[in-house]
């Protein structure tokens, strides 16, 4: 079978030929660093690393990309709340924080918890504010092409033209007429309301270190402009595959992909979106108190268990989460382990690797990697594997027991499964820097709950945390932890 991969563009399952033989090019949309990641940002890197793993077993040279949004409104809100009167300063927020050391702290909490859950990190990772000078250059030749304008307000906004390209709305197959507004700097400078921002102009009482001087007027860059400009700089004017979550499509890939194309890009062959994280069926609501964080999660299982959990529906389902899902995704990789640790144990040696990866797994594995990255048939075949080596090993036929053993390995390999820091090597290096983020960021919600007087959540929390071999010692200067002993 060829691979095949579901295209969001064209709403087909279509065959998956590399722009360049034996290569390929991913680009994802990444954290826009405003606060600390939740289940959708991981479930999200967990999906693409799962792709970018399969691609290489597959023999393919891949070049990946996932950038951070660090300059954003929200991230200049909350910036700016903790420079007012009566902001409460804590560990997780500090007061009078720059906007820029805000972004830098919250980048880091990403890169914990992706490192936390043995998601790689991307050939190249762009920060937003690193590309400027690139996004003039796309903003000059939209203009140049008709597709761009400077808001006549002298806001010095600049805006995309929608009526002007008329393939506009084609990635969610929408018409112009039924879409919502764009909720772009002020709407007097645009020609329609659906027009959207390339170029945002300065506003009073924004700080200086936010804003660039363009041939516009002083400001900072449009969200949708940024992830088109740092796309096709690393990855060239058109490229494989283009990433990211279903909450995406519209309006930020939708204008993405009107903004390349009009400006004459070929830009992404292939778009991919995976599915939301949902709380027993519904949507994950801080106001309705079912939501779930990621540091939660690695204080209920271990990681290579919330990894296995996060990444086993089909990425382009909901994946949802119910008390006793990390149980089941325990028992699984336990299952997965056991049988490993009592192969070699019983001396069973797999032959030495040969070819690609990709050649080593079952066939049932690579035809459902193969049809739309079909991961719940994937797991099936490693389990059937993991059955099979267990029978072998019941019955001593020890070649049988290390066939299947490289098999199970071949598999557990591209999904990940076997590259989650677990154990002593969870406990130096950058590995300890995410362990002592994820906790602290769990101390600072459990002080913010005893603060409430919410004792039941400040309660879960702890004993989450003990569950997961952590002690939190209170003292007169706040919370501090150690691993137990």
């Not at 990403?110 to 903003?139: K, N, S, W």
């Not at 307000?153 to 002007?164: A, L, M, N, Q, T």
């Not at 200086?208 to 004017?237: D, F, I, N, Q």
């Given at each position: 079978?060829?691979?095949?991969?579901?295209?969001?563009?064209?709403?087909?399952?279509?065959?998956?030929?590399?722009?360049?033989?034996?290569?390929?090019?991913?680009?994802?949309?990444?954290?826009?660093?405003?606060?600390?990641?939740?289940?959708?940002?991981?479930?999200?890197?967990?999906?693409?690393?799962?792709?970018?793993?399969?691609?290489?077993?597959?023999?393919?040279?891949?070049?990946s990309v996932r950038n951070v949004t660090d300059i954003d409104d929200k991230i200049l809100?909350?910036?700016?709340?903790?420079?007012?009167?009566?902001?409460?300063?804590?560990?997780?927020?500090?007061?009078?924080?720059?906007?820029?050391?805000?972004?830098?702290?919250?980048?880091?909490?990403?890169?914990?918890?992706?490192?936390?859950?043995?998601?790689?990190?991307?050939?190249?990772?762009?920060?937003?504010?690193?590309?400027?000078?690139?996004?003039?250059?796309?903003?000059?030749?939209?203009?140049?092409?008709?597709?761009?304008?400077?808001?006549?307000?002298?806001?010095?906004?600049?805006?995309?033209?929608?009526?002007?390209?008329?393939?506009?709305?084609?990635?969610?197959?929408?018409?112009?007429?039924?879409?919502?507004?764009?909720?772009?700097?002020?709407?007097?400078?645009?020609?329609?309301?659906?027009?959207?921002?390339?170029?945002?102009?300065?506003?009073?009482?924004?700080?200086?270190?936010?804003?660039?001087?363009?041939?516009?007027?002083?400001?900072?860059?449009?969200?949708?402009?940024?992830?088109?400009?740092?796309?096709?700089?690393?990855?060239?004017?058109?490229?494989?595959?283009?990433?990211?979550?279903?909450?995406?499509?519209?309006?930020?890939?939708?204008?993405?992909?009107?903004?390349?194309?009009?400006?004459?890009?070929?830009?992404?062959?292939?778009?991919?979106?995976?599915?939301?994280?949902?709380?027993?069926?519904?949507?994950?609501?801080?106001?309705?108190?079912?939501?779930?964080?990621?540091?939660?999660?690695?204080?209920?299982?271990?990681?290579?268990?919330?990894?296995?959990?996060?990444?086993?529906?089909?990425?382009?389902?909901?994946?949802?989460?119910?008390?006793?899902?990390?149980?089941?995704?325990?028992?699984?990789?336990?299952?997965?382990?056991?049988?490993?640790?009592?192969?070699?144990?019983?001396?069973?040696?797999?032959?030495?690797?040969?070819?690609?990866?990709?050649?080593?797994?079952?066939?049932?594995?690579?035809?459902?990697?193969?049809?739309?990255?079909?991961?719940?048939?994937?797991?099936?075949?490693?389990?059937?594997?993991?059955?099979?080596?267990?029978?072998?090993?019941?019955?001593?036929?020890?070649?049988?027991?290390?066939?299947?053993?490289?098999?199970?390995?071949?598999?557990?390999?591209?999904?990940?499964?076997?590259?989650?820091?677990?154990?002593?090597?969870?406990?130096?290096?950058?590995?300890?820097?995410?362990?002592?983020?994820?906790?602290?960021?769990?101390?600072?919600?459990?002080?913010?709950?005893?603060?409430?007087?919410?004792?039941?959540?400040?309660?879960?929390?702890?004993?989450?945390?003990?569950?997961?071999?952590?002690?939190?010692?209170?003292?007169?200067?706040?919370?501090?932890?150690?691993?137990?002993?």
């Amino acid at each position: 079978m060829a691979q095949r991969f579901y295209d969001t563009r064209t709403a087909q399952i279509r065959d998956f030929e590399p722009l360049v033989p034996g290569e390929a090019s991913v680009y994802y949309c990444g954290a826009t660093v405003q606060g600390m990641p939740h289940v959708g940002h991981v479930r999200s890197a967990i999906v693409f690393d799962i792709l970018i793993r399969w691609l290489e077993a597959t023999g393919l040279r891949v070049t990946s990309v996932r950038n951070v949004t660090d300059i954003d409104d929200k991230i200049l809100d909350r910036s700016a709340a903790s420079h007012e009167a009566g902001f409460e300063a804590s560990d997780l927020y500090p007061a009078r924080e720059p906007w820029w050391a805000l972004a830098y702290r919250f980048e880091r909490a990403f890169d914990a918890a992706y490192l936390a859950l043995g998601v790689r990190r991307p050939t190249y990772e762009p920060r937003a504010t690193g590309h400027v000078p690139e996004m003039f250059a796309l903003i000059e030749r939209l203009i140049e092409r008709g597709h761009a304008y400077p808001a006549q307000d002298g806001s010095g906004d600049v805006y995309f033209d929608v009526r002007s390209w008329e393939r506009y709305g084609e990635l969610t197959r929408q018409r112009v007429e039924d879409m919502q507004d764009a909720p772009d700097a002020d709407p007097r400078g645009k020609r329609d309301p659906r027009d959207f921002a390339l170029w945002k102009g300065a506003k009073p009482g924004e700080p200086a270190t936010a804003v660039w001087e363009s041939p516009w007027g002083a400001g900072r860059p449009g969200w949708h402009l940024e992830c088109s400009a740092m796309s096709t700089k690393y990855l060239g004017a058109e490229f494989d595959i283009h990433g990211g979550g279903l909450d995406l499509r519209f309006p930020h890939h939708e204008n993405e992909l009107a903004q390349s194309a009009a400006a004459g890009d070929g830009f992404a062959r292939f778009w991919l979106h995976n599915g939301l994280v949902t709380y027993g069926g519904e949507k994950m609501s801080k106001s309705v108190g079912n939501t779930i964080s990621p540091e939660e999660m690695l204080g209920m299982a271990r990681p290579t268990a919330v990894r296995y959990f996060l990444g086993q529906a089909h990425y382009r389902s909901q994946l949802d989460y119910r008390p006793g899902a990390l149980d089941e995704a325990e028992a699984a990789v336990e299952r997965i382990d056991g049988f490993t640790a009592r192969a070699r144990a019983a001396g069973a040696v797999p032959p030495a690797p040969d070819g690609a990866l990709a050649d080593r797994v079952p066939a049932a594995f690579r035809a459902a990697m193969e049809d739309d990255l079909n991961v719940p048939q994937a797991l099936a075949a490693l389990h059937e594997a993991v059955r099979a080596g267990n029978s072998a090993l019941a019955g001593q036929d020890l070649d049988a027991a290390a066939a299947r053993l490289a098999e199970v390995e071949a598999m557990t390999a591209v999904l990940g499964l076997d590259d989650v820091p677990e154990g002593d090597d969870a406990a130096a290096g950058p590995v300890s820097d995410a362990l002592d983020s994820l906790v602290r960021s769990q101390i600072e919600a459990r002080a913010q709950a005893r603060a409430d007087k919410d004792w039941a959540t400040a309660d879960r929390i702890r004993d989450a945390l003990a569950a997961a071999g952590v002690v939190v010692e209170d003292g007169a200067d706040g919370a501090t932890w150690r691993l137990a002993d």
